[in-house]
């Protein structure tokens, strides 16, 4: 067995530790030109002896929503403050408390008038004054509360109604727009020229301007509107 002495085990203990700070060194230094570099290229690992190319970070889309269907401000869409149901809607109507609406004729029409919101909200608003005002113990105060209630209703179907249906609409109403420009439906003339095709396209085109004309007004806030 060979045993080192003191002077020996000191010497290689000393160039242990100065080969381990070279090697720290080395792991912070530049790399030099014949460095190995491991570059991700799609699902695979590549190695060469170049830099991996620069990865430009993807810039964020720039926000054409503001996470609310048709880029509409998000105070529409609170709930009024004496609400004391919630509102149901699908494809055939809307529910809330006793208050039943059927879209009779089509669920784009439906979407059309709900952007009406702001109305809604104004009568909720009066109904709310309103109630405030009238003495509760009066027979006046319970027809109060029931108008207030109801306004309520009419606000939270609209928001219901916009948030399940309203960006899908549009998508609809483009693919229309689109096929009524093809074929020149996008003008009146040919409706009166009795083609039902081509009223019915014309028809969807209305909707179309309608929804982003109204939808447009409702992209500040509804303090600002009042």
Known sequence: MHVLTIPQLQYAMSATAAAFVFLLILG??????GSIYACQVGQDMVYQDSPCPFKKSLKPASKASNGYPLAIHESWFEIPEQAQERAFCDRRGCECDHQVKKHQHSLIKAIADALYIDGSWHRYEASYKVWLQTPTSSPESFE????MQEASCDVMMSQTLLRKFGNDAMVILRKHMRTAEERGYDVEQPCLDGIPEACELFDYVQYYKQIQKDSASLRRSRFESL
């Open 28 to 33: 912070y230094s530049e790399p030099t030109h």
């Open 144 to 147: 109060a509360h029931d108008l």
